[in-house]
Nanobody
Framework: QVHLVESGGGLVQAGGSLSLSCAAS????????MGWFRQAPGKEREFVAA????????YYSNSVKGRFTISRDNAKNTVYLQMNSLKPEDTAVYYC?????????????????WGQGTQVTVSS
């Protein structure tokens, strides 16, 4: 059974930083395409960042490019999202997700496994 457990969310002022973690069990992050998504109140869940299996290629949404960094630690079977220069519009529940194949497609429906989410709130 696959479990993805996010942590690291919280309240931060605009311009600040947070680091999210996604600890995986039942799935190996090195051989999975891993992604981060977010969902703000009243909005649809949207793609934030992804890291490919094996090679570790990364891809970001335009709204976070240059501010967020996705990475993974194969030994800890954990994926991270470093978020810098945070803005109030980054406020959302952040979800970790995993899929076996299909690098290049970053739609919500393409991901097989999801975590429970962690709240990030950025105050102005």
């Amino acid at each position: 059974q696959v479990h993805l457990v996010e942590s690291g969310g919280g309240l931060v002022q605009a311009g600040g930083s947070l680091s999210l973690s996604c600890a995986a069990s039942g799935r190996t992050v090195r051989t999975s395409h891993m992604g981060w998504f977010r969902q703000a109140p009243g909005k649809e869940r949207e793609f934030v960042a992804a890291i490919s299996k094996l090679l570790g290629s990364t891809y970001y949404s335009n709204s976070v490019k240059g501010r967020f960094t996705i990475s993974r630690d194969n030994a800890k079977n954990t994926v991270y999202l470093q978020m810098n220069s945070l803005k109030p519009e980054d406020t959302a529940v952040y979800y970790c997700a995993a899929r076996d194949s299909g690098w290049g497609s970053f739609e919500v429906k393409g991901y097989d496994d999801w975590g429970q989410g962690t709240q990030v709130t950025v105050s102005s």
